[in-house]
């Protein structure tokens, strides 16, 4: 009896071993199983991340970090991915908020820190170094890392042909160019419109103003409401939040005289809606800087295990990372759109070589 007790008992605990066993070795599955679809079903990622920090412009400058943002926001769609979850941004009101906000992406763990314009360059390049696990890509800027992805534009190019359209619009003759910050960047902008223009009518008239900011909306509105009242018809503005101004000054002379035919420029994004004022908009065209596709792209190749660190991207008419827009169908004519076409043609040929600077710009007119 005593012995039948003994085996009864070895029994049931040989039984409930062998059950914890299973309950483990099913746990144990649960997890790998949990850990394989960490990269979700078909179109959703869920074990990459990726961040921006914004330059002092701001998320919604409606300009170049809000088209970043919406590049990332367009992955995040695609892979699963929301604000918060997968997908980030810190805002920069000065350059004091660089160095921390990427700090701060560093401790969060984000894949991917990417930084949206020039003035980043500095604080990329010390985060690049003292991060080595991290992986960082700058728009605009080359930064000389492995870990790191320098993203650029042929923005000379877009202008270019933007000068195109407002030398073939200018009822005047004189055209203007508002940028932020005199920099190597800018630069370009002003050296290909300027370009642009000139191989239209090489008698126009380009004057260049900067306003030394990207988000002083006042300053912009000043230089245009001075440009517009000597005569300029067309400005042409490389200014992020600084060129609102700019298309405050048109719409509110807009508004005054309804007749009178003054024009912007937009940059980086299609801004035809802020252009918009009653019946009538005095958005000309945009010279778009696909800068969300760029962004688009350093994320897919983050999340596919093929981060470019070390190298950089170049993005121009050919890759689709520039465009002129054509939204507003009345002020583009068919024959403003011929002749850009026809101008973006020689671009691709090789036929024109657009300056990017102020030097190679004096060679150009020159040349003319």
Known sequence: MKNSKIALLFALILGLGIFLAACGSSSSDKDTETKENTSGSEGEVTDFSIAMVTDQGGVDDKSFNQSAWEGLQEFGEENGLTKGNGIDFAQSNGQADFMPNITRLVRDEYDVI????????????????????????????????????????AE????????????LKSETGKLGFVGGIDSP?????????????????????????????????????LIASNMYDNGIDV?????????????NQAKDIKQNDPERQVWVIGVDRDQHEEGQIGEHNVTLTSMVKRVDVAVKEIANLGKNGEFPGGEKLEFGIEE??????????????????????????????GEVEVPTNREELKAFEESL
Not at 127 to 138: G, H, V
Not at 335 to 347: G, S, T, Y
């Open 185 to 221: 960047l800018i630069q370009k902008f002003e050296a290909g419109f300027t370009a642009g223009a000139k191989s239209v009518n090489p008698d126009i008239l380009v004057d260049v103003q900067y306003a030394e900011h990207f988000s002083d909306a006042a300053k912009g509105k």
């Open 114 to 153: 990417l930084a949206t314009g020039f003035l980043l360059k500095e604080d990329i390049q010390k985060a690049a170094l003292q991060f080595p696990d991290s992986n960082f890509a700058i728009v605009d800027e080359t930064v000389d890392a492995p870990n790191a992805a320098s993203l650029g534009f």
């Open 320 to 349: 689709d990372g520039i465009a002129v827009t054509t939204t507003n169908e009345e002020a583009m004519t068919e024959d403003i759109i011929k002749a850009v076409d026809e101008w973006q043609e020689k671009i691709l040929n």
């Open 235 to 247: 400005i042409y503005h490389a200014a992020g939040g600084t060129g609102n101004g700019v298309f």
């Open 156 to 167: 000379h190019q877009g202008s270019f042909l933007v000068g195109v359209a407002a030398a």
